[in-house]
């Protein structure tokens, strides 16, 4: 179950993308990864070998989870971060070690033209500290050939045991995992409980997940390539620009430096690059809280399907299906799935007979469902994203629910034309 085996399936598929000529990590990569449709595989970036887009549309997501892309959520909404964990001794990973580091020497690759420097868009933090353990995706700016200035997110786990180590004056030890299985990049984006994402990606395949003990100690997955070192005491450096998933610049800020003391990886290594705001970014960063709206909805009214549209940044725009019981559940529903994903902005519900997954039948539902004075609910002064370019400084903003769904009592004024199955 590794990162190789995905890319063997995707390309029997025949929905990988191979380029074969020589391609640049400044720029060229990205912007061919941005206008190929699926997974994209370069054989030679700076003399090495990269992938893109592994989980660039729900069809990769649906084929990492052996179901239809519209039943992706159903699925997850099932899966407990209960799967086994196994330590072993020995890992595929370790068959080079490179003891002289130098991060220019891969093909990190620089995306935008405002970017900081290059980037890690698709590392793996694994952090360990006083007995707790976590595992997320931070974006990695290179600044020195053995420097990686992290973007820690306060008030998350990475950030939290990173400010605890600080506190009692230590080192925290990390180690970088670039290209396991993509179940195993996916848990790191899913917010389980604590110390469990390993668990979960080990529920998502359906087999064990084995970890291996880096030299500083850190529990690490089997991957392409695994970067070990420390994030020493109040070490900072300025990080940024950076595209974030709105596809506009973040700010730049003072961050942590990782110091990476060595790295391991396999014989001819494939190194995995997310593009930021692309469509692998999107399904990562969103994908992940659709079954959270979806359980939350659940327990309010009867839920048939979520999803976190592309437009809406995969983010920040939710469109919930539910199979309308009574007058009130479309605004129970908005309520539940802003309180499950607090960085959402805006929530349209709609009935069952709308497909949530066609933006025009989205708009067919506001056209005739919609009545703006009743049904759309504004909500002001409450927590947003800090993603979002039009929150305010205080993290605050306006949302937004819309009940476009039909009025039970007048359901025969909202059917849909039919055409017969069968003409004699």
Not at 320 to 327: A, G, L, P, R, S
Request: proline share 5%; aromatic share 6%; with cysteine.
């Amino acid at each position: 179950m590794t990162l190789r085996d995905f890319i063997d399936r995707i390309r029997t598929s025949g929905r990988l993308t191979v380029i074969k000529e020589k391609v640049n990590a400044e720029y060229e990569a990205p912007m061919i990864a941005k206008n190929t449709s699926g997974p994209v595989l370069f054989e030679n970036i700076n003399g090495h070998r990269a992938i893109m887009n592994v989980l660039g549309s729900r069809d990769e997501l649906g084929a990492m989870l052996n179901v239809n892309r519209k039943d992706i959520i159903q699925s997850l909404s099932g899966i407990q971060p209960d799967g086994e964990i196994k330590i072993v001794d020995s890992s595929p990973t370790k068959e080079v070690c490179v003891e002289e580091v130098d991060l220019y020497s891969l093909p990190i690759m620089t995306h935008f033209e405002k970017d900081g420097g290059p980037y890690i868009t698709a590392g793996i933090v694994v952090s360990e500290y006083d007995g707790v353990a976590n595992a997320s995706i931070h974006r990695l700016m290179v600044v020195g050939k053995n420097k990686l200035a992290a973007r820690l997110v306060p008030p998350r786990h990475t950030y939290l045991l990173q400010k605890e180590a600080e506190n009692n004056g230590d080192p925290l030890p990390v180690s970088i995992v670039l290209g396991p299985h993509p179940a195993v990049a996916f848990a790191s984006t899913t917010r389980v409980g604590e110390g469990k994402e390993f668990n979960y990606a080990a529920s998502l395949m359906g087999n064990s997940v084995e970890l291996f003990e880096c030299d500083n100690g850190v529990k690490t997955p089997h991957s392409e390539i695994v970067m070990e070192g420390y994030i020493y005491p109040e070490e900072r450096t300025d990080e940024g620009p950076f595209v974030d998933i709105t596809g506009t610049y973040d700010l730049v800020r003072q961050e942590p430096v990782i110091t990476v003391t060595r790295i391991w990886h396999r014989k001819d290594p494939i190194y995995h690059g997310i593009l930021p705001a692309g469509p692998e970014h999107l399904l990562m960063m969103g994908v992940p809280y659709e079954p959270r709206i979806y359980g939350a909805v659940g327990e309010v009214t009867k839920v048939k399907n979520v999803i976190l549209t592309e437009g809406g940044c995969c983010y920040l725009h939710a469109i919930v299906q539910i199979e309308k019981q009574t007058e009130g559940d479309a605004k129970n529903a908005i309520m539940a799935a802003f309180a499950a994903h607090t960085s959402l902005k805006h929530v349209i519900v709609v009935d069952e007979d709308i497909d949530i997954f066609d933006s025009d039948d989205i708009e067919f539902a506001m056209a005739t469902r919609v009545k703006a004075d009743s049904d759309v609910m504004i909500i002001t002064g409450v927590r947003g994203s800090s993603l979002d370019p039009r929150g305010a400084l205080d993290g605050t903003t306006t949302k937004m629910g819309i009940d476009a769904t039909k009025v039970l009592a007048e359901k025969e004024k909202f059917e849909r034309a039919t055409m017969p199955k069968n003409i004699n």
